[in-house]
């Protein structure tokens, strides 16, 4: 009898301690799953960083596109990729030849002198960034594609380099624009189209024949390349002479 009642009692006591593990399991699972939750916020904290916190440090930034005509949309678009604001005035430098002091001037002229020019539409995409949080500067490769609102316009590709100062509020207070001005002004008129035409299909060709030629007469120097040019100028002004008399 008292061998039965000990094995009896032993599946008791073995249940009790099965209860114990199983409350120990639930608190190591309880604690691995907080762990393991505090784990995941702080990757996700850092997985969208704030520009202070990276003071001295250069942080790229990935590409922006903005398809829509304007400036004002690409601006606020990286302001607030950068976690910038906008206040109501700014000075807003171009090749530091023209100066504006509100966002509001420099929306405007913008999408006035794109209608001038026959703009249609402007698709911006930013190529190359860089944020220096220690400078309170950021700035970037901007390319623009522009559509043209006349058919024997042809569209062109722009690129323009953006430098953007803010304060130690985040607030922008300088923007600083360089670009090829000339160069902008050629495609719009389309003689950068043109240019391009007469080099591929003309210039080349003819110079890498007159190169051959060049080669074979074993005479390449500088002397003789010279006194060719001094023939070749000679020629054209006498001609250029014969039209205009």
Not at 18 to 41: F, G, V, Y
Not at 178 to 195: E, T
Not at 212 to 236: C, E, R
Request: charged content about 20%; overall charge positive.
């Amino acid at each position: 009898m008292i061998d039965q009642r000990n094995k009896t009692s032993q599946p008791v006591s073995g249940g009790s301690s099965t209860c114990h593990k199983r409350e120990s399991a639930k608190k190591m699972i309880s604690s691995t799953t907080s762990t393991a939750e505090s784990q995941s916020s702080s990757l996700t904290t850092k997985e969208k960083p704030h520009f202070s916190q990276f003071a001295g440090q250069p942080l790229s930034v990935r590409q922006c596109f903005v398809e829509t005509v304007g400036l004002e949309n690409f601006i606020r678009t990286i302001i607030k990729e950068l976690h910038l604001k906008m206040n109501e005035h700014v000075l807003f430098d171009m090749n530091s030849q023209g100066t504006l002091t509100r966002w509001d001037d420099v929306f405007r002229v913008e999408k006035t002198y794109t209608t001038c020019l026959g703009i249609s539409r402007r698709t911006y995409t930013c190529h190359g960034y860089t944020h220096e949080p220690k400078k309170q500067l950021a700035y970037f490769i901007l390319g623009e594609h522009n559509e043209r609102s006349m058919k024997i316009l042809p569209a062109f590709d722009f690129h323009v380099m953006i430098f953007c100062y803010y304060d130690s509020n985040g607030i922008v207070t300088k923007v600083d624009v360089q670009y090829d001005q000339m160069g902008f002004y050629m495609n719009c008129f389309g003689l950068a189209a043109m240019h391009s035409w007469c080099m591929k299909c003309v210039v080349t060709p003819f110079a890498m024949r007159w190169m051959d030629a060049y080669n074979k007469t074993g005479m390449v120097h500088p002397l003789t390349f010279l006194v060719q040019v001094l023939v070749t100028l000679t020629i054209f002004s006498y001609v250029v002479f014969q039209v205009v008399m």
